[in-house]
């Protein structure tokens, strides 16, 4: 099996700052076995998704009670954290400081770019981390305990899953690209069949055939410039970043490097160590830049180019042309999903069994929990009411019945 990154296990410690230090009698939104699962952890992780949330699925946190949504997978998942923990330490699994210190070392080399800048400062690594873990209420001792923790699960799942998963075979791995080339060409009658089939599998086959599609996809590589708008703007405020947006294309035009107006002019600071690149798949990016993006010739800058989000100014710099694929491009791509996805289950397994010997208890409480109560409530009440009604027609017709069957004694009396 394939050990799991390191990098991006601790980086996810740090970025949601799990394992914040306990204050004295600090609240918990759980207890595990007795372990308590701290209101401080849980807000700093919840705050960490819920940032995701906002760059990558704006739109899903404007629906309502978003955010129990969120909370609820957040406390499972501290919950699933906890048990594993505790399971590592009962294994009585051993991690050397060596592989603690080298985890920090892989988490600092995150910090060599400074995001301010977009330039590399490799003597700054070290403050920039101090910084971070301070943001998140964590000393560098607690950091790297739990780091302890998180290589001590990991390789307690990797003996779990080295004894219980089984390698996947070819003829799994063809089976699926069949599925997902049904999808790919769109054919109808075969889909549909699939469909009735297995509609799991056919829900996994589509989503792997819309992933290759954008993969596969016309792209471009351009330079990107940007300047926010938001909402609660003011107009002259806005005005001012059109005005700003035309000066940059101006001097661009009249010679300056677009690398040198990204560092100057962008407000996308992440994108600063890229010199603003990055690659737009057909269709995908808003339609004002993808209308642009496609046309425009390699070489190529636009005027500026105004969207929802603000003003954007692109320089084209490659074009790659929609690409056909085959079984042998994907066939490793694809054992290597299934392997991940008979992992993912193995560990699902383990940790429900986990939980069903534990003692957990949950004392987090939601805001829709109350609406979740009154519809159990309302369901309850409404099943009641059928009952009496079928108690009562059941009644009813029993009393006609009896009825009937005294009226037929009656007349068989006066035949009599």
């Known amino acids: 099996m394939k050990k799991t990154n390191l990098t991006a296990l601790l980086a996810l410690v740090l970025a949601f700052g799990v394992g914040a230090q306990a204050k004295v009698m600090e609240t918990s939104v759980a207890t595990v076995n007795g372990q308590p699962v701290l209101s401080s952890e849980y807000d700093s992780y919840l705050e960490g998704v819920v940032e995701q949330y906002k760059i990558a699925a704006p739109q899903f946190l404007e629906q309502p009670y978003a955010q129990d949504v969120l909370g609820r997978e957040v406390l499972k998942e501290l919950i699933s ?41 490799p003597k700054g690594a070290d403050k920039r981390f101090t910084e971070a873990l301070k943001k998140q209420h964590l000393s560098l001792k607690a950091y790297k305990e739990k780091i302890k923790k998180d290589i001590a699960v990991r390789k307690l799942m990797e003996q779990r899953i080295t ?21 790919m060409k769109g054919n109808t009658k075969k889909m549909k ?26 792209q471009v590589r351009i330079g990107h410039i940007y300047l926010a708008v938001t909402k609660d703007m003011k107009p002259e405020d806005v005005k001012k970043k059109e005005e700003l947006a035309v000066k940059i294309k101006a001097e661009i035009d009249g010679g300056k490097d677009f690398s040198a107006a990204v560092k100057e ?3 996308d600071k992440a994108a600063l160590a890229s010199g603003g690149d990055m690659i737009l798949i057909k269709g995908i990016a808003p339609k004002e830049i993808d209308s ?39 066939a490793k791509d694809l054992a290597q999903y299934l392997a991940q996805q008979k992992i993912q289950n193995a560990m699902g397994e383990y940790i429900g069994e986990l939980y069903d010997k534990a003692d957990v208890k949950v004392t987090k409480t939601f805001e829709s929990d109350k609406l979740i109560e009154e519809a ?14 079928e108690v009562k027609a059941e009644e009813k017709a029993d009393k006609k019945a009896a009825k009937e069957e005294k009226k037929a004694e009656d007349k068989k009396e006066e035949k009599k």
């Open 81 to 121: 954290k906890e048990l594993l923990y505790q399971a590592a330490d009962e294994a009585k699994i051993q991690v050397k400081d060596s592989e603690v210190d080298s985890g920090i070392n892989e988490i600092k080399a995150r910090f060599i770019v400074d995001e301010k800048t977009g330039k590399e400062d």
């Open 163 to 183: 004894a219980t998963v089984k390698p996947v075979e070819e003829a799994d791995v063809k089976a699926l690209y069949e599925d997902v080339e049904i999808c």
């Open 193 to 218: 069949a699939l469909e009735k089939k297995d509609p799991a599998r056919f829900k996994e086959a589509s989503l792997i055939a819309a992933k290759l599609k954008q993969l596969t996809a016309e």
């Open 265 to 267: 002019y962008t407000e």
């Open 292 to 330: 642009k993006a496609f046309s425009l010739a390699v070489g190529k800058v636009s005027d500026p180019i105004k969207t929802d989000l603000g003003y954007h100014i692109i320089k084209i710099k490659e074009k790659r042309a929609e690409r056909q694929i085959g079984y042998d491009d994907v």
């Open 376 to 389: 159990l409530a309302k369901q309850q009440a409404q099943a009641q009411k059928a009952d009496k009604k």
